[in-house]
């Protein structure tokens, strides 16, 4: 229809606006979900449309009285007689079980097996008794297995000091060092050296009380230290030191590297490398650790952003690297990484908090942890683990 021809049409019908007649569609190309096509009707006008009856004109339900009724209780259909329902089988006709002397009979008390008694059962072999898995040559690697580690490089030209060489010797440490050749029990070369400082070749002889001292193979032994015992090699209390869980896991002498308290657990490196227990010993290498913390109560939110700010102690001001609660139910427990090498410096802090440390447990240090090493136990590093601690990429 022509623009003006509909406009015509508009203003004839009296204003209203003519209705456009719907095309009735049919598309037989596109399937539908049964198989068949679409097709588009023309749906009815709006007052052409079938109206819903009033309210009034709709059916309505039954009044209460004319719904149809259940049948009275002496009308329903009763249930059969008792003596009308089908019987079960009388007792006679029933399967019976075997009489008694027709049972198969258990061995009488005295013919049955006996236990053996308590002393003649065969032990179980102690603990230190229990044989070992033989050792694996093709496992790739054993955590009792002593490895035999690439050596530094050095120049073998370059002078060292005396009481250095005896400390990668293991014969003591370097402090025991000086006090042995101030008494002049050390020759160098045949002859007694008694000033400290002396710098000697690796080549050099060197005699300790007469015996020819060499420097050891290095060793590097990592311990899950724990509750109870002393982190030193000799106790003059003697009581029992961390030197006891270790024994027979070489023949070297090896010493604890920095200490833990005795009621302390966790992380303990044990070496003869003096060099490298001298570096993850001072505070200039700044060594991660990083403790799990037990209190006695909940720690709030105030206190853990100050030990994080820092506090002050009597020894200066110590400030947390990072912490934060390890237990999101439990706030007694708490994470703290620190680098500080202070005496105590965990439990300081705490107790300066007005909190008491019930348990105290290191889990990092410098880059090792005690995975796969349980309570008590030990094992040998890595090559990958010694080669990481000698570049100081423990942080």
């Not at 006695?296 to 934060?324: F, P, S, W, Y």
């Not at 500080?340 to 019930?358: C, D, P, Q, T």
Request: proline content about 8%.
């Amino acid at each position: 229809m022509a623009n003006e021809d509909w406009k015509k049409a508009f203003s004839e019908e009296g204003g209203q606006r003519p209705r456009r007649p719907r095309i009735q569609r049919t598309n037989t190309s596109a399937p539908t979900p049964m198989g068949g096509s679409y097709q588009h009707r023309e749906r009815p006008a709006y007052g052409e449309r079938p109206q819903r009856p009033s309210y009034g004109e709709r059916p309505q339900r039954p009044a209460y009285g004319e719904r149809p009724q259940r049948p009275a209780y002496g009308e329903r259909p009763q249930r059969p007689a008792y003596g009308e329902r089908p019987q079960r089988p009388s007792y006679g006709e029933r399967p019976q079980r075997p009489a008694y002397g027709e049972r198969p009979q258990r061995p009488a008390y005295g013919e049955r097996p006996q236990r053996p008694a308590y002393g003649e059962r065969p032990q179980r072999p102690g603990y230190g008794s229990r044989p070992r898995k033989p050792y694996n040559p093709n496992a790739k690697y054993s955590f009792k297995k002593q490895i035999e580690y690439k050596e530094a490089h050095y120049d073998p030209n370059e002078p060292m000091r005396l009481n250095k060489f005896l400390a990668n010797a293991g014969v003591c440490s370097r402090r025991e060092a000086d006090e042995f050749i101030a008494a002049g029990v050390v020759k160098v070369n045949g002859e007694i050296v008694t000033e400290l400082g002396t710098k000697i070749k690796p080549t050099d002889e060197v005699r300790f009380h007469e015996d020819t001292v060499s420097i050891e193979k290095k060793v590097y032994v990592l311990l899950n230290k724990p509750k109870g015992y002393v982190t030193t090699v000799e106790d003059p209390q003697d009581r029992k030191t961390v030197m006891d869980l270790v024994k027979g896991a070489c023949r070297e002498r090896i010493y604890p590297v920095g200490r833990l308290d005795r009621n302390t657990t966790g992380v303990l490196l044990l070496t003869n490398d003096g060099e490298l227990a001298a570096k993850l010993t001072h505070p200039q290498y700044r060594k991660k650790k990083i403790y799990h913390v037990h209190l006695d109560r909940n720690v709030t939110a105030a206190d853990m952003r100050l030990i994080a700010d820092g506090i002050q102690l009597d020894d200066g001001e110590i400030h947390a690297d990072a912490i934060e609660y390890s237990d999101a139910t439990d706030k007694k427990q708490v994470g703290i990484e620190i680098h500080s090498g202070r005496n105590r410096i965990v439990r300081r802090i705490f107790e300066h908090l007005g909190y008491k440390v019930l348990k105290l447990d290191r889990v990092y240090f410098a880059g090792l942890t005690k995975k796969l090493v349980k309570r008590g136990d030990w094992r040998f590093l890595t090559e990958k683990e010694v080669n990481m601690l000698r570049m100081g990429a423990f942080e």
